[in-house]
């Protein structure tokens, strides 16, 4: 054991350097396209000169290395491609804006005790019509009268009762508008269509505001020319 001037011990430093090094130099323990190259040098540098390296192992070696790239090459490609993919999705959410946004459905819940609210948006100015509440057959159990409406999204609250003012249980309905035009025509319209008023961006996802909440604009099924 070697001692310096100050008291220190040179051997556990040295070794504590060396396991440093060691540990340091390659920490995800991978060998990459330029560290097989080396190894394969290394190898035809010492190989012994009365015994050759076989051809035919070099050139599975060759191939080998040939093929670490490629797939290098193609991971690399397709992370940009993902990366492009996800800027161009958010650029479609951008040209969106404006224009409608159909969710598929025009469902609503009620749940025990609650009222159910919900939003409807009209294209055009409304003199009178009626909010439905129905099942899944289209039965009307609830007709809610609606006076006049300017054009846009419009606010409704539905207390969990029929025209008989009976309770309904709790579960899933739909609602949709019949209603009556300043031209004096008539029109519908439904919960889940809405104007896309504003995209945003978060965590990566791209966000649709529909009405007053925002939903995750890959849940759309479909856009519309506003």
């Not at 909010?131 to 606010?155: E, H, L, W, Y």
């Amino acid at each position: 054991m070697a001692i310096d001037a100050y008291g220190n011990n040179t051997v556990a430093s040295a070794t504590t350097a060396t396991s440093t090094s060691s540990t340091t130099t390659n920490p995800n323990g991978v060998l990459g396209k330029d560290d097989f190259m080396k190894l394969l040098l290394l190898e035809m540098k010492y190989q012994d000169p009365t015994a050759p390296m076989d051809s035919e192992k070099i050139l599975t070696q060759t191939a080998q290395l040939a093929t670490l790239e490629s797939t290098e090459n193609t991971t690399k490609a397709l992370t940009d491609l993902a990366k492009s993919l996800a800027s161009s999705a958010q650029y479609a959410g951008i040209s969106a804006i404006g224009k409608i946004a159909d969710t598929g459905s025009n469902a609503i819940t009620l749940a025990n005790g609650e009222s159910s609210d919900f939003e409807i948006y009209f294209p055009n100015d409304v003199t009178s019509g009626n909010v439905n509440i129905m099942d899944v057959n289209g039965k009307v159990f609830k007709a809610m009268p609606i006076g006049a409406t300017n054009a846009g999204v419009a606010s409704y609250s539905w207390d969990g009762t029929d025209n008989t003012g009976a309770k309904l249980e709790e579960g899933t309905y739909y609602a949709e508008s019949t209603y009556t035009k300043a031209d004096g025509s008539t029109a519908t319209s439904r919960v889940g269509l809405y104007p896309i008023e504003s995209i945003k961006f978060d965590s990566g996802i791209t966000y649709a505001k529909l009405g007053s909440s925002y939903v995750d604009f890959s849940t759309i099924k479909e856009i519309t020319g506003g």
